[in-house]
């Protein structure tokens, strides 16, 4: 068998001025800025266009429409169902290799002629800063489509021991049945991933991207075919997510779950599955990553600015809507005065505006509900006396959702700002004492439900060492000295347990492993012509 060209992670350019990589993305910004994009649904390699319509906004800019997209209603779902559920064969037959040509064409396009297209559509829908954009629509996204090709390669390469006169062999079909995916809007790397890591084992899929992220899923989707992705392989529905939703998993051929999203909402569709279970053909998969309650630990070694950095950068960078944005800090007392006076300073450095102004560092949450949401916990922290502002509590939504990075030092360790995730630019620290590190390892590990990430910061190695050990199951990605945010595929496979998912860890192997149903074939080249067995014959 031959094989697919070694993976290297998507070089990330730096837009600095004059840049000529900034030039098309402003050209490309100033393209999607300046129309009303018409977005269909995609069904069995026809795309639909329907009577009822919903907008596409921006978040730094409410008022301007960057487009409208279809609603799928019940008949258009079915659709969808049936599509995947037709090109599942022909899709599966195909082979490992020819479906996995298509993804790193993917990869090209994505990382070449469409990378500033993606870019500028996560900006402008998103509300992400050019470089928040590159390490994800461009980066990410040719990374998930490089290495899962060749994590695939390396999962087909474990087979069976064969005894003499036999040959085994263990086949890596793809489940019997359609996949479902539902993307997040926080990342469109994600969103891309969670559709084509089933597809490329050999899965059909019904995809449902957020509605908050419904133009980079477009052109996610148009790279996908331009490269090459046969009609009904990956079927786009857009609309009501519960009423797609219950459709789609009532069907008997739903055959898994890949989604990134909110506990509260793994936690439904979970219940729902579980009730539908004796109308389906086979028990689903279900692989779901969702929130948060990242932390990061600093002990008295600490070194000081890198702790800092990786405090502005971990809990404000996009605003702090990555799913492993610190938001929970535990500080050594003999640290805090000098990081207080750091961090003052740095947060009040940062500029909140829009993203296309390449001086901002932070750009808007991404609609009403999310600004409703964080702006209730920054009162939450401003109104209680047991929490104290670092910084000036800000917020407008006159033009745009922008909140301001907001830090409060609590008293009660175990405070509402510190278990609950907020999901936003709001992040809290408590101080303890330098000889309690123990203690607060052992908070740190029991005050949240979630495990996703974390880190520590020290100098001292038995520091860290008790904390690897103290906080083994508080996150799936634990960092030593760096920021919990940023894990790049291929280097840190990225997931959490507990309520933060299934742990399955996307970008690496035992994601793909979960898309595929093994057969193991045994052939027998001398079968027994004889039932006896020697030890019944007489003396
Ligand atoms: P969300 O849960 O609101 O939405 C996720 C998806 O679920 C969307 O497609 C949405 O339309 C759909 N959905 C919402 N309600 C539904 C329902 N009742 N039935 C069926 N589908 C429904 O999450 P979000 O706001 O898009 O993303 C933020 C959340 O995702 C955060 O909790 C974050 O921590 C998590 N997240 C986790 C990871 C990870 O890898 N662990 C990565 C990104 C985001």
Known sequence: MSRAPEPANEPILGYAPGSAERRALERELQRWRNRTEDVPLFIGGEALHTRELREIYCPHDHARLLGRHAVAGPVEVERAILAACEARQSWARSGFESRARIFLRAAELASGPYRQRLNAVTMLNQSKTPHQAEIDAACELSDFF???????????????????????????????????????????????????????????????????????????????????LPPGVVNLVLGDAPAITQRVIAHPSFAGLHFTGSSAVLQQLWLQIAQNLPSLASYPRIVAETGGKDFIVAHASADLDALAVAIVRGAFEYQG??????????????????????????????????????????????????????????????EDPSCRALVP??????????????????????????????????????????????????????????????????????????AAQELSHAAGNFYINDKPTGAVVGQQPFGGSRWSGTNDKAGAPYNLLRWTSPRTIKENFDPPRDYRYPYMSGE
């Open 146 to 228: 490089r290495f899962n090709v060749f994590f695939a390669q390396e999962l087909a390469a474990y087979q069976p021991k064969s005894a003499r006169g036999e040959w085994n062999s263990l086949e890596l079909r793809a489940l019997d049945g359609f996949v479902y995916a539902v993307s997040p809007f926080n990342f469109t790397a994600i969103a891309g991933n969670l559709p084509t890591a089933p597809a490329l084992m050999g899965n059909t899929v019904v995809w449902k991207p957020s509605p908050h992220a419904v133009l980079s899923a477009h052109v996610v989707l148009d790279v996908l075919l331009q490269a090459g």
């Open 321 to 382: 809507q990555k799913c492993s944005a610190a938001s929970r800090i535990y500080v050594a007392r003999s640290l805090w005065k000098p990081l207080e006076e750091r961090l003052r300073e740095l947060v009040g450095e940062l500029k909140v505006g829009d993203p296309a102004d390449f001086h901002s560092f932070m750009g808007a949450v991404i609609g009403r509900d999310a600004y409703t949401r964080i702006t209730g916990y920054q009162r939450l922290g401003d």
């Open 393 to 466: 509590v800000r917020a407008e939504d006159e033009t745009g959702y922008f909140v301001w990075p907001t830090l409060f030092e609590v008293e009660d360790p175990r405070h509402r700002l510190m278990t609950e995730e907020i999901f936003g630019p709001v992040a809290s620290l408590w101080v303890f004492d330098d000889d309690r590190y123990e203690q607060a390892l052992e908070l740190c590990d029991s005050t949240s439900p979630y495990a996703l990430t974390g880190a520590v910061f020290a100098r001292d190695r038995a520091a860290i060492a008790l």
